[in-house]
């Protein structure tokens, strides 16, 4: 089905100014002779999916982090931990590539999150 830009930034519930940021940044779409933008839905929703960004491959480890500089996941160098507050807890350590300071947040699990445990005793 053809879509007129107004008609599926309507239809996604997006700004047209985003849909027309879109077509600019290469998402398919042809003009009439007229001049007016056409989008074809089908060939749209597959870019839109070509474009999502894949999903992380794994879970980090207590002693891994993302440096921002180097743009990856690194191993932390003297990592230290300290407790923020209840079971939030702050990593602290270094890139082991260009030693900028990296901090990394955990969240540890409770022994009450037990769906099956209704009384809140641990077993």
């Not at 879509?3 to 599926?8: I, K, N, S």
């Not at 993302?66 to 743009?71: A, E, H, I, S």
Request: proline share 5%.
């Amino acid at each position: 089905m053809l879509y007129t830009v107004r008609e599926l930034a309507d239809a996604i519930a997006v700004v047209d100014r985003t849909l027309r940021d879109w077509l600019a940044a290469g998402a398919p779409h042809f003009y009439d002779q007229t001049g007016h933008i056409w989008i074809e839905g089908r060939a749209f929703a597959d870019w839109i999916v070509s474009m999502r960004k894949p999903k992380r491959e794994r879970r980090l480890t207590d002693k891994e982090a993302f440096c921002m500089r180097c743009n990856e996941i690194v191993e932390l160098v003297d990592p230290r931990a300290s407790v923020v507050r209840g079971n939030l807890r702050m990593y602290k350590g270094k890139c082991p590539k260009c030693h900028c300071g990296i901090n990394r947040g955990i969240r540890l699990p409770t022994p009450f999150n037990n769906t099956n445990n209704t009384e809140g005793t641990l077993e």
